[in-house]
Protein backbone atom coordinates (compact mmCIF):
# COMPACT_ATOMS: atom_id res chain seq x y z
CA UNK A 1 0.00 0.00 0.00
CA UNK A 2 2.87 2.32 0.98
CA UNK A 3 4.48 1.49 -1.84
CA UNK A 4 1.10 1.86 -4.32
CA UNK A 5 1.18 5.66 -2.90
CA UNK A 6 4.58 6.60 -3.71
CA UNK A 7 4.59 5.50 -7.39
CA UNK A 8 1.55 7.50 -7.39
CA UNK A 9 3.13 10.52 -5.85
CA UNK A 10 5.71 10.52 -8.09
CA UNK A 11 3.84 9.97 -11.39
CA UNK A 12 1.90 13.26 -10.27
CA UNK A 13 5.04 15.12 -9.08
CA UNK A 14 6.12 14.37 -13.01
CA UNK A 15 3.01 15.54 -14.56
CA UNK A 16 2.99 18.27 -12.79
CA UNK A 17 6.32 19.25 -13.60
CA UNK A 18 6.36 18.44 -17.40
CA UNK A 19 2.97 20.56 -17.71
CA UNK A 20 4.85 23.95 -16.04
CA UNK A 21 7.87 23.06 -18.50
CA UNK A 22 5.22 23.17 -21.38
CA UNK A 23 3.73 26.34 -19.94
CA UNK A 24 7.72 27.90 -19.61
CA UNK A 25 8.16 26.85 -23.37
CA UNK A 26 5.17 28.32 -24.54
CA UNK A 27 6.01 31.58 -22.56
CA UNK A 28 9.06 31.34 -23.77
CA UNK A 29 8.23 31.12 -27.85
CA UNK A 30 5.29 33.70 -27.36
CA UNK A 31 8.39 36.03 -25.82
CA UNK A 32 10.88 34.94 -28.56
CA UNK A 33 7.80 35.86 -31.18
CA UNK A 34 6.71 39.17 -29.97
CA UNK A 35 9.86 40.36 -28.06
CA UNK A 36 7.74 41.28 -25.04
CA UNK A 37 7.41 39.88 -22.04
CA UNK A 38 4.07 37.69 -22.03
CA UNK A 39 2.89 38.72 -18.47
CA UNK A 40 3.85 42.25 -17.74
CA UNK A 41 2.15 42.30 -14.16
CA UNK A 42 4.17 38.97 -13.47
CA UNK A 43 7.39 40.69 -14.25
CA UNK A 44 6.57 43.70 -12.18
CA UNK A 45 6.12 41.84 -9.27
CA UNK A 46 5.21 43.69 -6.15
CA UNK A 47 5.42 46.98 -8.60
CA UNK A 48 2.12 45.65 -9.84
CA UNK A 49 0.16 48.11 -7.51
CA UNK A 50 2.12 50.78 -8.03
CA UNK A 51 1.96 50.79 -11.86
CA UNK A 52 -1.71 50.11 -11.67
CA UNK A 53 -1.90 53.62 -8.96
CA UNK A 54 0.14 55.47 -11.92
CA UNK A 55 -2.59 54.76 -14.51
CA UNK A 56 -5.30 55.35 -12.33
CA UNK A 57 -4.07 58.54 -11.07
CA UNK A 58 -3.12 59.62 -15.08
CA UNK A 59 -6.84 58.55 -16.43
CA UNK A 60 -7.81 61.02 -13.81
CA UNK A 61 -5.39 64.17 -14.56
CA UNK A 62 -6.78 63.57 -18.11
CA UNK A 63 -10.80 63.39 -17.46
CA UNK A 64 -10.07 66.67 -15.52
CA UNK A 65 -7.85 68.18 -18.39
CA UNK A 66 -10.69 67.62 -20.60
CA UNK A 67 -12.65 69.37 -17.83
CA UNK A 68 -11.06 72.08 -18.37
CA UNK A 69 -11.11 73.06 -21.71
CA UNK A 70 -15.05 72.61 -21.31
CA UNK A 71 -14.56 75.37 -17.98
CA UNK A 72 -12.28 77.55 -20.43
CA UNK A 73 -14.94 77.91 -22.87
CA UNK A 74 -18.01 78.38 -20.33
CA UNK A 75 -15.81 80.98 -18.50
CA UNK A 76 -15.00 83.19 -21.70
CA UNK A 77 -18.63 82.81 -22.79
CA UNK A 78 -19.86 83.75 -19.51
CA UNK A 79 -17.59 86.10 -19.29
CA UNK A 80 -18.77 87.62 -22.68
CA UNK A 81 -22.51 88.04 -21.53
CA UNK A 82 -21.40 89.63 -18.07
CA UNK A 83 -19.72 92.57 -19.94
CA UNK A 84 -22.47 92.99 -22.60
CA UNK A 85 -25.04 93.46 -19.80
CA UNK A 86 -22.74 95.37 -17.87
CA UNK A 87 -22.34 97.94 -20.93
CA UNK A 88 -25.82 97.80 -21.56
CA UNK A 89 -26.28 98.93 -18.31
CA UNK A 90 -23.52 101.57 -18.29
CA UNK A 91 -25.33 103.17 -21.48
CA UNK A 92 -28.46 103.43 -19.98
CA UNK A 93 -27.27 104.84 -16.78
CA UNK A 94 -25.40 107.55 -19.01
CA UNK A 95 -29.09 108.43 -20.66
CA UNK A 96 -30.12 108.88 -17.23
CA UNK A 97 -27.54 111.24 -15.93
CA UNK A 98 -28.03 113.52 -19.14
CA UNK A 99 -31.89 113.23 -18.44
CA UNK A 100 -31.87 114.53 -15.10
CA UNK A 101 -29.34 117.42 -15.71
CA UNK A 102 -30.98 118.53 -19.21
CA UNK A 103 -35.02 117.68 -18.63
CA UNK A 104 -34.27 114.78 -20.84
CA UNK A 105 -37.14 112.76 -22.96
CA UNK A 106 -38.97 110.54 -20.70
CA UNK A 107 -40.23 108.92 -23.23
CA UNK A 108 -36.89 107.81 -24.50
CA UNK A 109 -35.55 106.53 -21.30
CA UNK A 110 -38.74 104.26 -21.42
CA UNK A 111 -38.06 102.54 -24.62
CA UNK A 112 -34.36 102.32 -23.40
CA UNK A 113 -35.36 100.79 -20.19
CA UNK A 114 -37.73 98.04 -21.96
CA UNK A 115 -34.96 97.33 -24.91
CA UNK A 116 -32.12 97.00 -21.52
CA UNK A 117 -34.61 94.64 -19.99
CA UNK A 118 -35.27 92.48 -23.10
CA UNK A 119 -31.51 92.30 -23.83
CA UNK A 120 -30.59 90.91 -19.72
CA UNK A 121 -33.57 88.28 -20.07
CA UNK A 122 -31.99 87.59 -23.37
CA UNK A 123 -28.18 87.54 -22.32
CA UNK A 124 -29.09 85.57 -18.96
CA UNK A 125 -30.57 82.46 -21.35
CA UNK A 126 -26.98 82.52 -23.21
CA UNK A 127 -25.49 78.92 -23.36
CA UNK A 128 -22.68 77.13 -24.20
CA UNK A 129 -24.14 74.11 -26.53
CA UNK A 130 -24.25 72.02 -23.28
CA UNK A 131 -26.53 74.17 -21.09
CA UNK A 132 -27.38 77.48 -20.06
CA UNK A 133 -24.50 79.24 -18.60
CA UNK A 134 -26.67 81.17 -16.03
CA UNK A 135 -28.67 78.28 -14.78
CA UNK A 136 -26.62 76.99 -12.12
CA UNK A 137 -26.71 73.60 -11.73
CA UNK A 138 -30.03 73.73 -13.02
CA UNK A 139 -28.33 74.73 -16.31
CA UNK A 140 -30.47 72.57 -18.89
CA UNK A 141 -33.70 74.66 -18.42
CA UNK A 142 -33.60 78.59 -19.46
CA UNK A 143 -33.37 80.67 -16.47
CA UNK A 144 -35.69 83.80 -18.05
CA UNK A 145 -38.69 84.46 -19.49
CA UNK A 146 -39.50 87.51 -21.55
CA UNK A 147 -40.95 90.29 -19.33
CA UNK A 148 -43.71 91.27 -22.06
CA UNK A 149 -45.12 88.39 -23.40
CA UNK A 150 -48.50 86.80 -24.64
CA UNK A 151 -50.34 85.80 -21.86
CA UNK A 152 -48.65 88.16 -19.16
CA UNK A 153 -45.68 87.10 -18.06
CA UNK A 154 -45.54 86.08 -14.19
CA UNK A 155 -43.34 88.82 -13.63
CA UNK A 156 -45.32 91.41 -14.79
CA UNK A 157 -48.39 90.16 -13.66
CA UNK A 158 -46.66 90.85 -10.50
CA UNK A 159 -45.92 94.01 -10.88
CA UNK A 160 -49.05 95.29 -11.93
CA UNK A 161 -51.20 93.69 -9.09
CA UNK A 162 -48.98 95.27 -6.38
CA UNK A 163 -49.20 98.24 -8.61
CA UNK A 164 -52.86 98.04 -8.21
CA UNK A 165 -52.63 97.07 -4.43
CA UNK A 166 -51.08 100.60 -3.61
CA UNK A 167 -52.63 102.76 -5.14
CA UNK A 168 -56.29 101.61 -6.64
CA UNK A 169 -55.87 101.60 -10.40
CA UNK A 170 -53.33 99.85 -12.60
CA UNK A 171 -50.17 101.79 -14.25
CA UNK A 172 -52.35 102.69 -18.02
CA UNK A 173 -54.76 104.96 -15.80
CA UNK A 174 -55.30 108.13 -16.50
CA UNK A 175 -55.23 108.91 -12.94
CA UNK A 176 -51.48 108.16 -12.51
CA UNK A 177 -50.49 111.98 -12.54
CA UNK A 178 -51.97 112.24 -9.22
CA UNK A 179 -49.89 109.58 -7.13
CA UNK A 180 -47.35 111.91 -5.23
CA UNK A 181 -43.70 111.50 -5.13
CA UNK A 182 -43.89 110.37 -1.92
CA UNK A 183 -46.34 108.02 -2.19
CA UNK A 184 -43.94 106.54 -4.98
CA UNK A 185 -41.19 106.02 -2.95
CA UNK A 186 -42.87 104.32 -0.55
CA UNK A 187 -44.26 101.67 -3.01
CA UNK A 188 -40.80 101.82 -4.57
CA UNK A 189 -38.85 101.10 -1.73
CA UNK A 190 -41.91 98.61 0.11
CA UNK A 191 -44.13 96.73 -2.39
CA UNK A 192 -42.06 96.70 -5.71
CA UNK A 193 -38.59 95.92 -4.11
CA UNK A 194 -40.19 92.87 -2.31
CA UNK A 195 -40.84 91.74 -5.90
CA UNK A 196 -37.29 91.30 -6.32
CA UNK A 197 -36.68 89.55 -3.28
CA UNK A 198 -34.99 86.17 -3.46
CA UNK A 199 -37.65 84.65 -3.02
CA UNK A 200 -40.00 86.27 -5.34
CA UNK A 201 -37.76 86.32 -8.01
CA UNK A 202 -37.11 82.90 -8.18
CA UNK A 203 -40.88 82.75 -7.83
CA UNK A 204 -42.24 85.07 -10.57
CA UNK A 205 -38.66 85.61 -12.86
CA UNK A 206 -36.04 82.97 -13.00
CA UNK A 207 -35.35 79.26 -13.51
CA UNK A 208 -32.18 79.07 -12.76
CA UNK A 209 -31.07 77.34 -9.55
CA UNK A 210 -29.24 79.99 -6.92
CA UNK A 211 -26.33 77.19 -6.39
CA UNK A 212 -23.44 77.58 -9.03
CA UNK A 213 -21.92 74.60 -10.92
CA UNK A 214 -18.90 73.53 -9.88
CA UNK A 215 -15.66 72.35 -11.60
CA UNK A 216 -12.67 70.21 -10.07
CA UNK A 217 -9.98 71.70 -11.82
CA UNK A 218 -7.15 70.07 -9.75
CA UNK A 219 -6.79 66.21 -7.97
CA UNK A 220 -7.14 68.60 -5.07
CA UNK A 221 -8.88 72.50 -5.55
CA UNK A 222 -12.46 72.65 -6.80
CA UNK A 223 -14.44 75.95 -7.92
CA UNK A 224 -17.87 77.46 -9.38
CA UNK A 225 -17.69 78.09 -12.91
CA UNK A 226 -20.91 79.97 -13.15
CA UNK A 227 -22.89 83.18 -11.95
CA UNK A 228 -26.29 82.27 -11.88
CA UNK A 229 -29.39 84.59 -13.25
CA UNK A 230 -29.87 84.85 -9.09
CA UNK A 231 -27.40 87.19 -8.53
CA UNK A 232 -28.25 90.09 -6.72
CA UNK A 233 -26.66 92.42 -9.53
CA UNK A 234 -28.53 90.62 -11.74
CA UNK A 235 -31.67 91.71 -9.70
CA UNK A 236 -30.71 94.75 -9.40
CA UNK A 237 -30.27 95.86 -12.66
CA UNK A 238 -33.79 94.48 -13.39
CA UNK A 239 -35.50 96.43 -11.12
CA UNK A 240 -34.44 99.32 -12.01
CA UNK A 241 -35.26 98.32 -15.70
CA UNK A 242 -38.42 97.81 -14.64
CA UNK A 243 -39.53 100.57 -12.60
CA UNK A 244 -38.18 103.05 -15.54
CA UNK A 245 -39.95 100.81 -17.95
CA UNK A 246 -43.37 99.65 -16.67
CA UNK A 247 -44.44 102.53 -13.92
CA UNK A 248 -46.04 104.73 -17.04
CA UNK A 249 -43.36 107.20 -16.63
CA UNK A 250 -44.47 109.57 -18.75
CA UNK A 251 -47.74 110.14 -17.40
CA UNK A 252 -46.85 110.54 -14.01
CA UNK A 253 -45.99 113.75 -12.66
CA UNK A 254 -42.66 115.46 -12.89
CA UNK A 255 -41.89 115.26 -9.54
CA UNK A 256 -42.92 111.54 -9.43
CA UNK A 257 -40.89 110.70 -11.95
CA UNK A 258 -37.75 111.89 -10.98
CA UNK A 259 -38.30 109.85 -8.02
CA UNK A 260 -38.62 106.86 -10.14
CA UNK A 261 -35.56 107.98 -12.28
CA UNK A 262 -33.68 108.58 -8.92
CA UNK A 263 -34.05 105.14 -7.90
CA UNK A 264 -33.64 103.72 -10.77
CA UNK A 265 -30.37 104.89 -10.82
CA UNK A 266 -29.15 103.83 -8.04
CA UNK A 267 -29.67 100.81 -8.78
CA UNK A 268 -28.24 99.81 -11.76
CA UNK A 269 -25.12 101.79 -10.29
CA UNK A 270 -25.32 99.36 -7.62
CA UNK A 271 -25.93 96.58 -10.25
CA UNK A 272 -22.76 97.41 -12.64
CA UNK A 273 -20.91 97.72 -9.03
CA UNK A 274 -21.71 94.50 -8.45
CA UNK A 275 -21.35 93.12 -11.78
CA UNK A 276 -17.59 94.42 -11.36
CA UNK A 277 -17.51 92.34 -8.66
CA UNK A 278 -18.55 88.95 -9.95
CA UNK A 279 -16.30 90.26 -13.05
CA UNK A 280 -12.85 90.03 -10.91
CA UNK A 281 -13.81 87.17 -9.08
CA UNK A 282 -14.44 85.39 -12.47
CA UNK A 283 -11.18 86.79 -13.62
CA UNK A 284 -9.82 84.52 -10.36
CA UNK A 285 -11.49 82.01 -11.21
CA UNK A 286 -10.04 81.84 -14.90
CA UNK A 287 -6.26 82.69 -13.40
CA UNK A 288 -6.44 79.49 -10.53
CA UNK A 289 -8.38 77.44 -13.31
CA UNK A 290 -5.32 78.37 -15.70
CA UNK A 291 -2.90 77.95 -12.92
CA UNK A 292 -4.39 74.22 -11.96
CA UNK A 293 -4.40 73.06 -15.73
CA UNK A 294 -0.51 74.02 -16.06
CA UNK A 295 -0.17 72.19 -13.02
CA UNK A 296 -2.41 69.98 -14.14
CA UNK A 297 -0.06 69.35 -17.55
CA UNK A 298 3.22 68.66 -15.70
CA UNK A 299 1.52 66.24 -13.13
CA UNK A 300 -0.43 64.27 -15.66
CA UNK A 301 3.27 63.71 -17.37
CA UNK A 302 5.43 62.74 -13.71
CA UNK A 303 3.30 59.46 -13.05
CA UNK A 304 2.87 58.22 -16.63
CA UNK A 305 6.62 58.46 -16.89
CA UNK A 306 7.00 56.66 -13.90
CA UNK A 307 4.62 53.78 -14.75
CA UNK A 308 6.33 53.73 -18.44
CA UNK A 309 10.11 54.06 -16.23
CA UNK A 310 9.00 50.62 -14.09
CA UNK A 311 7.16 48.78 -17.22
CA UNK A 312 10.25 49.22 -19.41
CA UNK A 313 12.73 48.41 -16.99
CA UNK A 314 10.46 44.82 -16.58
CA UNK A 315 10.08 44.73 -20.04
CA UNK A 316 12.74 46.58 -22.31
CA UNK A 317 12.14 45.20 -25.65
CA UNK A 318 8.01 46.70 -25.03
CA UNK A 319 9.34 50.79 -25.49
CA UNK A 320 12.57 49.67 -27.11
CA UNK A 321 11.39 51.82 -30.20
CA UNK A 322 10.33 55.08 -27.86
Request: aromatic fraction near 4%.
Amino acid sequence: MSSMMSTNAMSSALTNSILNMQAQLARAQKEMSTGNVSDLGDSLGSNVGLDYSYGATNSMLTAIQSTNNLVSSRLDITQSALSNIASDASNLRDLLLQAQSNNGSVSTMETEAQNSLENLTSTLNTSDGGGFVFGGINSATAPMSSYVSTPTSAAQQSVATAFSTAFGMSQTSGNVSSISAQQMQTFLTGAFANLFSSGNWSANWSQASSQPTQNQISLFQTVNTSVTANDPALRQLAEGYTMLSDLNLSKLSQSTASTIIAAASSLINQGISGLSDAGQCWNNAERRKQRQSDDVDTAELLPNADRLDGERRSDPNRYAGE
